[in-house]
Every structure is written in structure tokens, then in C-alpha cells.
């Protein structure tokens, strides 16, 4: 694995923070940045790229636009016809067309979840009070 040299500027009591954290678990400063950096960052290597690419965009939005994504959802359109196929794949064959169309709306359900997953994990790591997030399986 290639290592890059960061330098980088820490704020006095967050460079304490890590070096007290360094100490308890025997590593040095710089192992211990290396795992608190790692440990911010999500597990991705099994995403679509695509769909890394729209989680990482997510750091950059302000707490109102991560709310609307923390609450976002497939239509109520896309979420019924999901349904019905999947009940319909329970008692016959889809065909080839409503195959594509199941795994198209899987894909979209998939990414509307982990959009709104990193959203709220965002906006816990803001400060803010997440709890009034619920499932919801369709927008109105």
C-alpha cells in the first residue's frame, strides 16, 4: 500500500486529544491519526462508484440540505411497482423487462437508503438530534 506524507495543523486540544488516545493504545501520534482518519471515513470498496461519489458529496451540504436527504425517498410510484414485483417474483417468473426494472428500482432504494443513512450519520456528527428521523418506504 503507497503512504503520502500530510502535514497537517491541529488546534492545541485536539492534538492533546489524540496524543492521550495514542498513549492508552500504545500506538504513536501519527498511527493513532491514521485510525481515527480511517474510522471517519465509511467502508465503500463494495459500492458502485457512483454511488461513493454521492455519499462523499454529502460532507459538503449544509444541515438543511443533509435533513432533506436524511428524509428523502423513492416516490410512492417507484416504491409500490417495487413491491409489486417482488410479490409477483414470489409466484411466477418476471420477465426480462420487469427483471431490469426490479433490479433498477432496488438500486435506487439501495442508494436512497444510504444517502439518507450518511445524511443522518452527518448530522449526529454536527450535533444535531436525529431521533425525529423515522423510516419512511414513499414520499407523498
Request: aromatic share 2%; proline share 3%; glycine share 0%.
Amino acid at each position: 500500500m503507497a503512504l503520502q506524507t500530510v502535514t497537517l495543523r491541529l488546534p492545541d486540544l485536539i492534538y492533546r486529544q489524540i496524543e492521550r488516545s495514542a498513549r492508552r493504545m500504545r500506538r504513536s501520534v501519527e498511527d493513532e491519526l491514521v485510525v481515527v482518519v480511517s474510522s471517519a471515513l465509511p467502508t465503500l470498496e463494495d459500492l458502485p462508484a457512483d454511488i461513493v461519489d454521492d455519499l462523499a458529496q454529502l460532507a459538503y451540504l449544509t444541515d438543511a440540505e443533509l435533513w432533506q436527504a436524511a428524509r428523502s425517498a423513492l416516490s410512492r410510484r417507484d416504491s409500490e411497482r417495487m413491491q409489486a414485483l417482488l410479490l409477483k417474483r414470489q409466484c411466477e417468473e418476471l420477465s426480462t423487462a420487469e427483471e431490469r426494472e426490479a433490479k433498477r428500482l432496488a438500486y435506487r432504494s439501495d442508494r436512497t437508503m444510504l444517502v439518507r443513512a450518511q445524511a443522518a450519520v452527518l448530522l449526529k456528527d454536527r450535533g444535531h438530534d436525529i431521533s425525529s428521523l423515522r423510516p419512511t418506504l414513499a414520499a407523498a
